[in-house]
């Protein structure tokens, strides 16, 4: 089976965030099960990626990737050279796996796919979803119709990493066949460690009976870091500590601290920048409760990666992972809240005052559900399936 994946942006440009690590982590999976993938994207994010490598096939983490060198730094993301190499790149491949919704290079790309018969299943990663839409609504909708909806239409299929997302479809009168495939995660090095906990809370200068409360990733308006503030300030008589892990995209970090302090919380708060992977371990396993009341999650990994390390969640009902949860998670692994302050006072007060981590049987599921071999076969199965049944696609006139 060959596989072309393509997207604007590849790891190791990690800034733009969650899409490139999934994307990459389902890439080197599928390479692990023994598909041949292929990853055609830019050297944006990669400035100091050397010249000589743009255009040419090189591995990355076992992948075979194709870079081509950007337009322009900056700004919207568009490759003249991508564009000029598209039919010789995706000759042989059998499929293409796309994730560039809303970008210059997505029409590209599906046109010369669909101009040589290749189907193509195009990843939508939440960028259809209501808070997407609704941040400048008024030029996304007009280019949407136009521009996107047509390609998605003449699609074999879509890529939605849960049924939060396919909900979220329905108005927009999108008649191509989905298919569910969650975001795979690196979960070798996330699982309970008693030990870990023990020295990161040494590190932290935390109590061992001392509730630690986290919030973790990317600090945004979407994230609906502004429940915090007086849901803490009404738990304030019970012991609990916060901590902050990762980088502030819009002022929302800032403004959640500046609120805790003008509530006389300020030294209730820890502070951690963004940290690598790898150590992440460390603190979900530190940590008792991450905290995540986001306005709209397309899907959610640091709630699967917390509950790998047996730490309990409270989320809001507007996170993708939310359902896989309520459906089949097992007991004692927090709580999915509607994004109302009284239900998060309601529950988070009993909690503190009796907390509990969400232990061993939590972190199986997570693992077994969402580990990247787990996905990757996942994936597979979705690709034969488009392969066997897909008719031959017409060229586009």
Same mark, same amino acid.
């Given at each position: ?18 899409? $490139? ?18 990853? @055609?994207?830019?050297? !944006?994010?990669? +400035? ?16 075979? $990737?194709?870079?081509?060198? $950007? ?14 190499? %598209? ?51 008024? #030029?996304?909708?007009? &280019? ?14 879509? /890529? ?19 298919? @569910? ?25 935390? !109590? ?7 919030? =973790? ?5 979407? #994230?609906?870091?502004? %429940? ?13 500590? @916060? ?18 302090? /003008? ?17 992440? !371990? ?9 905290? *995540?009341?986001?306005? /709209? ?11 790998? =390390? ?22 004692? &692994?927090?709580?999915?809240? +509607?994004?109302? *302050? ?31 071999? !787990? ?7 979705? &690709? ?9 696609? +017409?060229?586009?006139?």
């Amino acid at each position: 089976m060959h596989i072309t994946h393509a997207m604007p942006v590849y790891a190791p440009a990690w800034q733009f965030g969650g899409p $490139v690590l999934s994307v990459s982590r389902l890439c080197e999976a599928l390479v692990a099960e023994g598909v041949d993938v292929q990853v @055609l994207t830019t050297n !944006a994010g990669l +400035p100091d990626w050397p010249q000589d490598d743009l255009g040419q096939p090189r591995h990355w983490r076992g992948v075979k $990737v194709i870079r081509y060198p $950007v337009d322009r730094p900056g700004g919207p993301i568009r490759s003249r050279a991508l564009q000029q190499s %598209l039919p010789a790149a995706l000759a042989g491949s059998q499929l293409l796996h796309l994730s560039a919704i809303w970008q210059p290079l997505g029409s590209p790309l599906q046109r010369a796919a669909l101009a040589q018969g290749i189907p193509v299943l195009h990843s939508l990663r939440g960028a259809l979803g209501p808070y997407s839409l609704s941040r400048g609504w008024w #030029k996304k909708l007009p &280019y949407f119709l136009i521009q996107e909806r047509p390609l998605l239409q003449r699609a074999a299929g879509l /890529h939605l990493t849960s049924s939060q997302e396919a909900r979220e479809l329905g108005w927009l009168g999108i008649r191509t066949p989905r298919h @569910l495939l969650a975001n795979p995660l690196d979960l070798d090095g996330l699982r309970p460690d008693p030990e870990l906990r023990q020295r990161w809370r040494q590190r932290l200068q935390l !109590a061992a009976n001392t509730p630690l409360l986290l919030v =973790c990733g990317r600090q945004h308006h979407k #994230k609906g870091l502004d %429940l915090l503030p007086p849901l803490l300030a009404d738990a304030r008589q019970l012991a609990w500590r @916060l901590l902050l892990v990762g980088g502030d995209d819009d002022g929302s970090g800032a403004a959640l601290q500046r609120r805790l302090g /003008h509530l006389g919380l300020a030294d209730r708060v820890l502070v951690e920048p963004t940290m690598p992977a790898h150590e992440l !371990a460390g603190v979900y396993n530190a940590a008792d409760l991450l905290l *995540l009341p986001s306005r /709209h999650e397309n899907f959610g990994n640091v709630v699967v990666e917390a509950l790998a =390390c047996g730490c309990a969640v409270a989320i809001s009902n507007r996170t993708g992972v939310a359902d896989d949860l309520l459906a089949s998670a097992p007991r004692g &692994y927090g709580a999915v809240l +509607p994004r109302l *302050l009284g239900a998060w006072q309601a529950w988070l007060g009993p909690w503190l005052a009796a907390p509990q981590r969400a232990g061993a049987p939590l972190a199986q599921w997570a693992a077994h559900r969402y580990g990247q071999r !787990a996905v990757a076969r996942q994936a597979i199965e979705i &690709y034969q399936q488009i392969l066997q049944t897909r008719s031959h696609t +017409p060229p586009l006139p």
